[in-house]
């Protein structure tokens, strides 16, 4: 068992100077006596105050891309650098507010448990607030996709809030820049990383606005799917017990209806 663990929570970030401010200081910093837990923010190309809102939030760490690249290139970027950055665990949430920090704990705790190695807080498995019923059914759609594909049943497959073991970051690949969310989740299982959704608690965002457009998602997306499953991978022998805590984690929010439905 390791004496501590070191997690980096990193944030794709285009234009979310209204939004940033509010996702760092929600993260939580000192749940655990053996877990450090530190920010870094991918700036992906912002045009507004981004970067400087995140530093006086308290990011630990900001790595500015040249010139906006895509989603895709920002998590790739984000998980490269906490790697580099010596993290255990790598945890990647949207920078727009609409997922929980507070349940960043949760998110972990499977992968300490030894029980996964790649976590997505489901929003279906949880609450979803403000969704609009276009997105809610492009959302079923691509998870009911993945599904298939995987052979695995999954509830969200396009979450903006996952985590991921210290051999997850490394294997995990990521091969268009638009998007990540369908595409590093087959090529992680595919690797046999052994995936696991907890419920979280959703809610549209009420600040800034999304860059996610139907017609470049569908174009985009679909031919990068077919692209990952076309490509050869290799099975990765995973370390069940790197993660496991000498204390147990308690998990901090204790909702009902997350429970049950879990």
Avoid at 81 to 104: C, H, R, T
Avoid at 166 to 174: C, D, G, P, R, V
């Amino acid at each position: 068992m390791m004496t501590e663990q070191h997690v980096i929570v990193f944030l794709p970030a285009y234009n979310e100077e209204e939004s940033i401010a509010e996702v760092i200081h929600r993260i939580p910093r000192n749940y655990h006596p053996q877990v450090k837990v530190e920010v870094l923010v991918i700036d992906d190309g912002s045009t507004d105050a981004t970067v400087l809102v995140a530093k006086q939030a308290g990011a630990d760490y900001i790595v500015k891309q040249p010139y906006n690249q895509g989603l895709g290139a920002a998590v790739r970027m984000g998980l490269k650098k906490s790697f580099e950055l010596g993290a255990d665990i790598g945890v990647m949430i949207d920078a727009d507010n609409e997922y929980p920090p507070e349940q960043i704990p949760d998110l972990l705790a499977p992968i300490f448990e030894g029980n996964a190695d790649y976590v997505m807080g489901s929003r279906f498995l949880g609450t979803i607030k403000g969704m609009k019923l276009h997105r809610r059914l492009g959302n079923c759609f691509f998870t009911f996709l993945q599904s298939i594909l995987l052979r695995k049943w999954i509830y969200d497959g396009q979450s903006g809030m996952r985590a991921f073991s210290y051999q997850a970051m490394e294997h995990a690949e990521i091969i268009h820049d638009y998007n990540y969310a369908q595409v590093i989740t087959l090529n992680l299982v595919r690797k046999g990383f052994r995936v696991k959704e907890i419920p979280i608690q959703y809610q549209v965002r009420s600040k800034g606005q999304s860059f996610i457009k139907f017609k470049a998602y569908m174009t985009s997306v679909i031919p990068a799917i077919l692209k990952e499953l076309k490509r050869p991978v290799d099975k990765v022998n995973i370390d069940k017990g790197r993660h496991n805590l000498k204390k147990p984690v308690v998990r901090k929010i204790e909702n009902l209806s997350r429970i049950n439905a879990q």
